[in-house]
Each structure stands twice: as C-alpha cells, then as structure tokens.
C-alpha cells in the first residue's frame, strides 16, 4: 500500500509481555489476547514491524503460543527480547527499531507507535513514557491492554493521556492507519474486522467500560 495514502505513517506495533504465566491473574485475560491476534493479522496486510518482549523469561514464562509469533505461520517480529526493565525500550527494541528503517533519513523519523500488552500501569505505561520522551507518537489501545487489578486500568489510560498518549481502540487504529478505503488492502481489512466483530465486541463491553 502506498503510505501517501495512510493516516498513519511509520506505524510500529509493540507487544508487551503476553506470557502465558500472567493468564491466570491478568483481568479479563483472554481479551487482550483477543485483541492482540486481531492486530497481529493487520499487521501483516498493512506491512507493519511488530516488536516484542518478555519480562523475565526464565521465571514468567513464554509468550503465549496463540499469537504465534515468529511461527512458521504466524507474524515475524524484528525484535522478540526478554528484558527485567519494566518498559519496553530496551537496546534491543531500541535498535530494532532503527533498523525497521534502514536508510539514514528513515532512521531519523519518529514512529507512530500502538501498543497492547501488560501490566497497564506498569510495563505499559512505562514503555508509553519512554517512548514519548524520544519523541515517538504513541497509541494505547484500550480494548488491549490490562493489569491484575482491574481498577489499575483507567487510572493508568488517564495519566497516559494526560501525558501525550492517545488511547483509542484497535479497529479505531486500523482505520485510521489505513486512511481510504480505495486502499488495496481494504478488502482484507474490511473482512478482518468482520471476522473478528464478536471478540471486539466482548473486549470493548469489557475492557473500555472499566
């Protein structure tokens, strides 16, 4: 697609910490696992980088097997790195992400940034800070993200907002990272959302209304 025809122009999809160690205490769970593998199939027919991480690998555990990442069939990510930081930017992502742009002038640019993943307050919120402050434009999909205590949750989306974020939600995203819909890829997003309009639909009754 050509990007002269997106909203969203260096978009980046960063994936923090799903492990399948964290299903039984994260609310609502499976949600955001939802909302994650929705995002994952728009990243590959947009052509966006996925980036990422686990927090302590040895002790929490992998990502969960159901995302597929970096599966024969699944989406390649240009950085899955295990971490003890609480945020995301680590040097690994760091240079991932410089590299997802090799010339020199790309390499400059910012990116556009939408994240999923926990712990809201956090993992994520420190990662959405982090990459702010490097001058990164940043989304927080709300039908994605989660923490153990569910009253966490729009505690943290308000701080994120009031610090520069923008919280929106993943079909919100998609559309606007698209921008027309004589894009080529219309079709195949158009359908993606159809296919998926009833885990939206529990993710968003459940996740946005907290």
Not at 140 to 167: F, M
Not at 173 to 200: H, N, P, Q, R
């Amino acid at each position: 697609m050509a990007t002269s025809m997106r909203r969203i122009k260096n978009p980046a999809l960063f994936i923090c910490d799903l492990q399948e160690k964290f299903r039984p205490a994260i609310y609502e769970y499976p949600k955001v696992i939802a909302t994650t593998q929705k995002m994952l199939r728009a990243s590959k027919i947009l052509n966006i980088p996925v980036f990422a991480t686990t927090q302590n690998r040895a002790r929490l555990g992998e990502t969960c097997q159901e995302l597929g990442l970096d599966s024969p069939d699944g989406v390649a990510t240009k950085v899955h790195a295990d971490k003890t930081l609480f945020s995301m930017w680590t040097p690994e992502v760091q240079s991932a992400l410089t590299q997802s742009n090799p010339s020199t002038l790309a390499a400059q640019q910012k990116h556009d940034c939408v994240i999923v993943g926990i712990e809201s307050h956090i993992c994520v919120t420190q990662t959405t800070l982090d990459l702010l402050r490097e001058g990164h434009k940043v989304y927080v999909l709300a039908d994605g993200v989660s923490s153990c205590n569910k009253e966490e949750v729009p505690i943290a989306l308000a701080r994120l907002r009031q610090e520069g974020a923008v919280v929106t939600t993943s079909e919100s995203w998609i559309y606007e990272c698209m921008g027309d819909a004589g894009a080529e890829e219309f079709k195949a997003i158009a359908k993606l959302v159809k296919e998926t309009k009833e885990s939206t639909t529990q993710s968003l009754q459940t996740l946005c209304k907290i």
